[in-house]
């Protein structure tokens, strides 16, 4: 009578009868068998040990029978899976990045992300649903770092079959680019000769500043105020303001210069009331022929054309 112990390998869960046997008699060291052992355990059997190897066909020839056989069980270990973050980058002040279209929350977490990330190592249709991400670069107010990445970690991985791997995490990066920034500067008039400058403002637009931040401007422009001294005005014309911002890492700040344009100021020249005998020839007096109202920056009158009903004279005319 022949005892058959099974000792196997199962390489690609394919059992191979090479049996361990106890009961030969006579000096035998061997007996002959033939045939196969079957398992219930196959290429896409989940992970366990609970999986018999049994007789199947086997059978001993020639002097022997098989009076028993001990069944052995295959144990199925985990495979390996490789999830890898993928690098992304995130502006300055969002939540979600500019890369891969995931968005942290404000702790800086992706929770259950289906994008971020890929997989290697699945088998037999087996799938990586989810993972959760997490980086203090996803929070919103994480700065450009001076150009250096942020760590991205992986987690919690869900999905279909993935009890039978040993998952294994690899970590990403994220950069943060500056935040584009732009100094809208507002346009303003002026009429020549006034005794100041207008007020020169300016607002934020593009994507803003965040964060409660602030950058200090400084707005100047070429044009000149009437100070008291005569032709210390800036004549008629469009004169550049041009604002000056404090450099930010976090933000690309642009300031297009804008135009302060000075206006012409109202003159009025009235000729004065003349009088003359009958006959006489009409001799309009340099000191009293005309007036000017509305002169600034210390300009004046040098000349002037005054015509009367008979005859037309030019006269110098007064301040």
């Known amino acids: 009578m022949l005892q058959l112990l099974p000792w196997f390998t199962v390489p690609q869960f394919q059992v191979w009868p090479i049996p361990y046997s106890s009961g030969l008699v006579g ?7 033939a045939g196969s052992l079957t398992t219930n355990a196959s290429n896409t059997a989940n992970v366990g040990s609970s999986y018999v190897i049994s007789q199947g066909n086997v059978a001993a020839s020639g002097n022997y029978t098989i009076a028993s056989y001990v069944p ?5 270990t985990p ?6 973050a993928a690098n992304d980058s995130k502006v300055y002040g969002n939540l979600a990045t500019s890369t891969n279209s995931v968005t942290y929350n404000s702790g800086g977490v992706v929770a259950s992300a289906v994008v971020g990330y890929t997989s290697s190592g699945l088998l037999n249709g087996d799938v990586v649903n989810s993972v959760n991400l997490s980086s203090t670069g996803g929070l919103v107010t994480a700065s450009v770092n001076n150009g250096l990445a942020y760590a991205i970690t992986l987690s919690s991985a869900t999905g ?9 995490y690899v970590a990403g990066q994220i950069t943060i680019t500056p935040r584009a920034l732009t100094i809208a500067i507002d346009n303003k008039t002026m009429v020549y000769g006034a005794s100041t400058l207008p007020v020169l403002t300016y607002s934020i637009a ?12 400084s707005l100047t422009t070429t044009a000149r105020s009437f100070n008291g001294t005569a032709g210390s005005a800036s004549p008629v014309a469009n004169y550049p303001i041009t604002a000056t911002a404090t450099s930010n890492p976090n933000y690309i700040i642009t300031a297009p210069d804008d135009v302060l344009s000075i206006t012409k100021a109202n003159l009025i020249i009235a000729a004065s009331n003349q009088t003359t005998t009958y006959g006489s020839p009409l001799v309009l ?7 000017a109202t509305g002169l600034v920056n210390g300009d004046y009158v040098s000349t002037a054309v005054i015509l009367s009903n008979a005859s037309q004279t030019g006269q110098a005319g007064g301040q």
Request: no cysteine; hydrophobic share 35%; net charge negative.
């Open 285 to 291: 007096s340099q000191q009293s022929a005309l007036t």
């Open 79 to 84: 495979a390996p899976l490789v999830i890898t």
């Open 206 to 217: 593009g994507q803003g500043l965040v964060n409660g931040d602030s950058t200090p401007v």
């Open 160 to 168: 279909v079959g993935l009890g039978n791997y040993t998952i294994s």
């Open 27 to 33: 000096g035998d060291t061997s007996a002959t068998l």
């Open 72 to 76: 052995a069980n295959v144990t199925i």
